[in-house]
């Protein structure tokens, strides 16, 4: 089976999210071939180049959403005519305030429900009829728009300029001031026009991308979507034009992502809305549309996917807000390497067990202070992830003052990836500064430095080598998280038999399964009660650990989530008719009997004209017999 994966600011380059999982399921499902289709976030991102990619991957086309990407085409009369009436419908859709603009729409009732299910119930020959006909299709503008600017760009091009024109913008202001538009909608300015339009052409961007013909997308049997939004747009298009089945796979849902992104006043990351990093703030006009833009974009890949497989519960729960049929909906967990954890052993009696490397040969940053703390050992509470408000490292550093206190030999190991941007980078010397105030050095003497019970490193120093060395370095792993999507530190620490202590958020309880205590977010003292309790019970953390390591390993491997993708293109791919043209050189292309010597079927008549007329009656009025040619024998042997 040919697949096309489609994939944005992730693989095949060598920094994003959905690199390794990517990466995993080319390299695991060997019986399949891969054609990457790749929108990149940055120029840094490109400039970092691919990993190395696996020779079955037949192709790779990758497109920028950074880049300015203008063609140099521009519209007659009758064809800005045409841009006009369909973006006039998509923009009456993203500024009114009718249903299916993103949440609040019931499981199954997305936007447009009428609408027809696309190129699998219409034309297969790449005109697109019957999608979008009749008055159910009408009745959805925001799809009949996509789709007629999508048909626009595939024959005349031009859509760069057109979606950044005085028209768009007019447009625009029209549909946001219109009767029935969102109220968020009517205090939007001229600036705030112009930067909406910049975030929807690059959100729009792959509906102008020289994909959609018979050698790229429409040669695949199944468009497979790493994610929702920009990426899953091809997959759509391919649906359109070449009734190419499409599957989506969202382990942290996009609308949920830009909602995060966006909401504040901060500027929003590469990635949110298509914009690139570090661009100006957005106001509240620009936040509310294009919240709305990808409530329906949402809306709409739901809708026309075949099969959509949440990463959790919790991604679950936001398809089905934003329209999502439950019939479609299959979980599927991501795969780990559970044999990259194994060697950080059970840690029944404290200490290190299999994980000796985890101690500090060198100098350890323990906010602000020289000196080293040694290896984690009883008593050693660890914390392993990105370090960004969203952890809430203040409220752990709060809830560690009081575990320190209750257990004054305890010890707190933040172990956290590289800074990246300026947020980060600040977020991070916040915490040191409020470590460093909340435990001040204690030295034991006059003559010996004193230290500091917690300390800051980083993945791939000389005190954590390697990932497995973080977890094995304590005994109780720690969340504190706010914001959390599927908790990929808590499966880690799963996979190394450790007692974990998490707040309630995202799919974190559905991942600990019992197998771990769970406390509210942003509740310090309770945080504080359930690590004190784990670290003064070693039986109990030991059996905690033991109870998560089995369910790690029956839920959270490669193997299951390999085997899980592997049925669902089966199942999608024998559902559809097959679109190749069968060839000699294709094995099975041509059914067995084709090449049996013999005749199975032929014409009464002329059979009877060449041997003889053997069915012709001996008697007058006696009715005739047709001749039979017996099985495995030819006609030259009766």
């Not at 009369?77 to 305030?97: E, M, N, P, Y």
Request: net charge neutral.
């Amino acid at each position: 089976m040919r697949i096309g994966l489609l994939t944005d600011g992730g693989y095949p380059y060598a920094t994003g999210e959905s690199r390794l999982w990517c990466d995993r399921l080319v390299r695991g499902l060997a019986q399949h071939e891969f054609d990457i289709y790749a929108l990149s976030r940055s120029a840094r991102q490109v400039e970092r180049g691919w990993i190395e990619l696996p020779r079955r991957i037949q192709r790779v086309r990758t497109a920028p959403l950074w880049a300015a990407a203008d063609d140099g085409r521009g519209y007659g009369r009758r064809d800005r005519r045409r841009f006009a009436d369909h973006f006039a419908q998509l923009a009456a859709a993203v500024c009114g305030d009718g249903p299916g603009g993103g949440l609040g729409s019931g499981p199954g009732s997305g936007p447009g429900d009428g609408l027809r299910s696309g190129p699998g119930s219409g034309s297969r020959d790449g005109s697109g009829s019957g999608f979008l006909d009749g008055p159910a299709g009408n009745s959805d503008g925001f799809a009949a728009g996509l789709y007629g600017l999508a048909d626009l760009a595939r024959e005349r091009g031009g859509l760069y300029r057109a979606l950044r024109s005085e028209t768009a913008v007019r447009l625009l202001e029209s549909a946001c001031r219109a009767p029935g538009a969102r109220r968020s909608a009517h205090a939007a300015t001229v600036p705030d026009f112009l930067a909406f339009a910049d975030r929807l052409e690059r959100a729009l961007r792959p509906l102008s991308l020289d994909w959609y013909d018979d050698g790229t997308l429409g040669a695949v049997d199944l468009c497979h979507a790493a994610s929702g939004g920009s990426a899953a747009l091809p997959g759509l298009l391919a649906k359109r034009f070449f009734g190419v089945p499409l599957l989506v796979t969202e382990y942290g849902v996009q609308l949920r992502a830009h909602y995060l992104a966006t909401g504040g006043t901060e500027s929003a990351p590469a990635g949110a809305g298509g914009a690139p990093a570090g661009s100006a703030p957005l106001s509240r006009p620009v936040r509310a549309l294009l919240a709305a833009f990808h409530g329906r974009l949402a809306a709409e890949i739901y809708r026309q996917a075949e099969v959509i497989t949440p990463g959790n519960a919790h991604a679950r729960r936001w398809q089905e807000r934003c329209g999502a049929d439950r019939a479609k909906l299959r979980t599927v967990y991501p795969g780990m390497e559970a044999e990259r954890f194994s060697r950080a052993g059970s840690s029944a009696g404290g200490g290190t067990a299999g994980g000796g490397s985890a101690s500090g040969a060198g100098a350890v940053d323990r906010g602000g202070a020289a000196g080293g703390i040694g290896d984690g050992g009883p008593g050693t509470l660890v914390w392993v992830g990105r370090i960004e408000p969203a952890k809430d490292l203040v409220s752990l550093l709060h809830a560690f003052a009081a575990v320190h206190a209750a257990e004054p030999g305890t010890r707190l190991r933040i172990v956290g990836a590289p800074a990246q941007g300026p947020g980060a980078a600040a977020y991070l010397a916040h915490c040191r500064a409020l470590a460093a105030q909340l435990f001040p050095d204690e030295a034991v003497d006059a003559h010996t430095a004193g230290e500091n019970p917690v300390s800051f490193e980083e993945i791939g120093g000389p005190e954590t080598p390697e990932l497995p060395d973080a977890y094995a370095a304590g005994d109780v792993v720690v969340l504190s998280s706010v914001v959390e999507g599927f908790p990929i530190s808590l499966v880690e620490a799963m996979f190394c038999g450790r007692a974990t202590v998490s707040t309630d958020v995202g799919a974190v309880v559905e991942v600990i399964g019992g197998t771990g205590l769970v406390v509210p977010p942003r509740n310090p003292r309770a945080l504080a009660d359930a690590c004190v309790a784990l670290l003064r019970d070693p039986e109990r953390r030991e059996r905690l650990g033991e109870a998560a390591r089995a369910r790690a390993r029956e839920l959270f491997t490669v193997e299951q989530n390999l085997a899980a993708f592997d049925d669902i293109y089966l199942q999608l791919i024998s559902h559809v008719p097959v679109r190749r043209a069968a060839a000699d050189a294709v094995p099975f292309a041509h059914p067995a009997e084709m090449y049996a010597p013999v005749r199975w079927s032929t014409d009464r008549q002329e059979r009877q004209g060449r041997q003889g007329r053997p069915g012709q009656p001996s008697h007058p009025g006696q009715p005739s017999r047709p001749g039979r040619t017996p099985v495995g024998v030819g006609e030259s042997d009766v």
